[in-house]
């Protein structure tokens, strides 16, 4: 039983780290946006067409046909969970940089995450998780700040840890649905209803850039690969390991973004951005071999 246990574990762990590498792929897409394309926007578009694609598939797969007696408050927290981060971490990347803002909001998730499970679901991190969370937010850190020039914004600082806040909130919700409904609905749902939160934002900014074809192939592409497919993989890890493991375990979103700024950015990796990546493959390793 031990056995299956952990075998369960270390193949939940595999799709979580799946999930933070398409993730990462979020930052470089943005940066091939068309003029115009306002933050809060692009993460709007986001969860719509990730929503609607997740909805269709669960549709699909008949995992909504038992739609009943869904939790009503963790349903509503994960999805106001997912639909803050947006605004948060943008808002926050926008006033504090992209260096700041990345290292405090993805950062803090993984802490903020251990601290919420513990107090809400009892859930203990074990020393183990303590030591690969270091190495990976600290690898995370020499890895963005390495590239980015360094400014403190006191607002953006607390936008920031509003986003690792909401991020955590949403992964420890999501915990507690997938105990009781399908990945697939879970993620549907969750989903569905944030996009309908931030629906407000098609009304009140500019959307020129989604008619231009580069900005639909983005918008394409963050909402069906870093959601759709992402988050179908996030929501089957998620129900195997603690949420402790997969909070840290998303840290490999900064690294695959670095490699990505590398290799089709032209962006160049000075020595303290490959003691980061060593040290975030450290910390992944550590949490995801031994789990």
Known sequence: MKNGRSEGQRAGAWLVLAAAVFWGTTGTAQALAPQGAQPATVGAARLAIGGA????????????SRADHWPLWTTLIAAASMAAYQLFFFA???????????IVGIGSAPILAGA?????????????????????????G????????????????????GAGTAYASFTVASKGLLEEKPPEAV??????LGALFLA???????????????????ALHLGLVTV?????????????????????????????????????????????????????????????INN
Not at 55 to 64: E, Q, W, Y
Not at 116 to 140: D, H, K, M, N
């Open 116 to 140: 919420i499970s513990y107090l809400v679901r009892g859930e203990r991190p074990g020393r183990q998780w303590a030591i690969a969370t270091a190495l990976a937010i600290l690898g995370s």
């Open 92 to 102: 926050g990347v926008a006033k504090t940089g992209v260096a700041v803002g990345t």
């Open 200 to 218: 407000p934002l098609f009304f009140t900014n500019n959307l020129t850039w989604l008619a231009q074809p580069r900005g639909m192939a983005v």
């Open 187 to 192: 993620m549907a749902v969750v989903f569905g």
């Open 228 to 288: 759709a497919i992402a988050y179908s993989l996030f929501a089957r890890g998620l129900s195997q390991v603690p949420v402790a493991t997969a909070a840290t375990l998303t840290l490999a979103e900064p690294l695959t973004a670095g490699v990505l700024g590398v290799f089709l950015l032209g962006e160049r990796l000075n020595p303290i951005a490959v003691f980061g990546i060593v040290l975030i493959f450290a910390g992944l390793a550590i949490i995801s």
């Open 53 to 64: 694609a997740l909805l269709v598939f669960a549709a699909a797969r008949r995992r909504l």
């Open 142 to 161: 020499l890895l963005i700040a390495a590239g980015h020039s360094i400014q403190v914004n006191p607002l953006g600082l607390l936008l920031a840890i």
